[in-house]
């Protein structure tokens, strides 16, 4: 079965600095796709990147990166120099044959910037 | 430049009524996806939906539950006897094509039940 976790239900971080979201997956599909979304407290859910199993480089994406390391089935969420607009909850998300292609999400994280 | 437009973004309701969403998905697409948002919770997938099709409804409860998407107007999400358990989110997405790529999403249907 296919699962998301996200082990950090919050985070604040400093103005300026950069931010690690933590996202681990599992499935037994060797072809899958993995999703960040942003939900900000408005609550619509925003795509922001996508890095698919067999792509060669991390995604980017702006100030947005996806650090995937498919040994170790983690593909962490790196924002540059944050600002206060990126507080939020953000969501790991995955696709997979396994799931019929429908979105398995993580819990979420819950990021706070402070100024 | 429309998006997915869901209404309404807040209904209440009291146990046992029933409650009606609706999503609109952006131009073009033919495929709706239904999801549950608990309070402090990710998204749970519900319903799979293409025009006038049920394509996968493995996420949603076996009653109550039923979800539309008819060849004219928008996809309705159904509950009937609403309880409080039912409180949550209910967000709407579509795309062009089956999900390989980027879904795009409503801002939301939050139902509270008293």
């Known amino acids: 079965a296919q699962k998301i976790t996200q082990t950090q239900p919050g985070m604040f971080v400093q103005e300026k600095e950069a931010v690690t979201l933590d996202c681990t997956y599992d499935?037994?599909?060797?072809?899958?796709?993995l999703f960040w979304y942003k939900q900000p407290s408005s609550g619509e859910m925003i795509f922001l990147i996508y890095q698919g199993s067999y792509d060669q480089q991390n995604a980017t994406e702006g100030r947005y990166s996806l650090n995937f390391q498919k040994a170790r089935k983690s593909a962490n969420l790196v924002i540059s120099a944050s600002q206060l607009g990126d507080s939020a909850m953000y969501f790991c998300a995955m696709t997979s044959r396994d799931s019929n292609y429908q979105l398995i999400w993580g819990a979420g994280t819950k990021l706070i910037i402070k100024p | 430049n429309a998006g997915v437009m869901q209404n309404p973004r807040h209904l209440v309701r009291r146990r046992g009524q029933e409650a009606r969403l609706r999503c609109s998905p952006m131009k073009g697409h033919s495929h709706v996806y239904w999801y549950r948002q608990l309070p402090e919770e990710g998204l749970k997938f519900m319903v799979y939906l293409q025009k006038e099709n049920i394509i996968d409804e493995s996420g949603m409860p076996k009653e109550r539950f039923s979800a539309e998407f008819p060849k004219e107007g928008p996809s309705i999400l159904r509950i009937q006897q609403v309880v409080r358990g039912d409180s949550a989110a209910y967000f709407c997405?579509?795309?062009?094509?089956?999900?390989?790529?980027?879904?795009?999403f409503g801002e939301g249907s939050r139902l509270t039940v008293l």
């Open positions: 997405a579509s795309s062009r094509a089956q999900v390989t790529g980027e879904l795009f």
């Open positions: 499935t037994s599909d060797p072809s899958y796709g």
